[in-house]
């Protein structure tokens, strides 16, 4: 069964400090992964998408890296601000049926003052 | 057309009631995608369209549910006599067909089964 397992479930850091959230996932095949991030009460937000052949992509102050041998991701978020207070949610694609989204449940980021 | 419209916002009923909500997609998107999230968890897929065509559907999706986009450019999804464990937020996301899958989301229309 393909899965999305994300680590840690939530995490709370000070304004201005990194942290890096965790995706590792079983989806095969693989076609593409994506980093959501998800505002209270709004729908996700595409932040960045990586394919099998790419290792590292950054968007601002957000860095996604994948390793496509060991199934996993992260996403590195560089000096945090109170408006990166969210769920992210990593999407694994596998090519096929428009169901073949397999969505993990989230790190719940806190960022406070 | 800024983005994906999803109405109401927020819809609270009893249970046994009906209950119907609206997604309006980016325009020039032609698949159309429902999905329903509980908090702490990530969308569980629904139902799927391309065009005005269903082209897929969930086990999740029980016989009280229905969805239809009958001009292939908004779509509608009824739940039928209301559980308390319908409650959850109802996400809507459109995309291009050769777009890698990126989707856009509306802000989901919040349910409230009581």
């Known amino acids: 069964k393909n899965q999305v397992e994300q680590s840690p479930q939530s995490l709370i850091i000070l304004e201005g400090k990194n942290c890096t959230l965790q995706?590792?996932?079983?989806?095969?095949?693989?076609?593409?992964l994506r980093w959501y991030k998800q505002d209270t009460g709004r729908g996700p937000v595409s932040l960045t998408i990586?394919?099998?052949?790419?290792n590292t992509k950054s968007n601002g102050r957000y860095t996604a890296t994948l390793d496509a041998d060991t199934k996993q991701s992260s996403l590195h978020i560089t000096a945090s601000q109170l408006s990166d207070s969210a769920s992210y949610i990593c999407v694994v694609s596998a090519p096929g049926s428009a169901r073949q989204l397999t969505f993990g449940s989230g790190t719940q980021l806190t960022v406070l003052p | 057309d800024t983005g994906v419209s999803q109405n109401p916002r927020h819809k609270i009923t009893k249970r046994g009631q009906n209950v119907t909500f609206r997604c309006d997609p980016i325009s020039e998107h032609n698949r159309l995608y429902w999905y329903r999230q509980t908090l702490g968890q990530g969308p569980e897929f629904l139902t799927y369209?391309?065009?005005?065509?269903?082209?897929?559907k969930s086990r999740l999706l029980s016989d009280r549910f229905s969805a239809e986009r009958p001009k292939g450019s908004f779509s509608t999804l009824e739940i039928q006599r209301t559980e308390q464990g319908d409650s959850a937020m109802y996400l809507c996301a459109s995309s291009l067909e050769d777009r890698g899958g990126k989707l856009f989301f509306g802000s989901g229309t919040q349910l409230s089964v009581l």
């Open positions: 995706c590792n996932y079983t989806v095969s095949p693989f076609s593409n």
């Open positions: 990586m394919t099998f052949s790419e």
């Open positions: 369209f391309q065009n005005e065509a269903q082209l897929e």
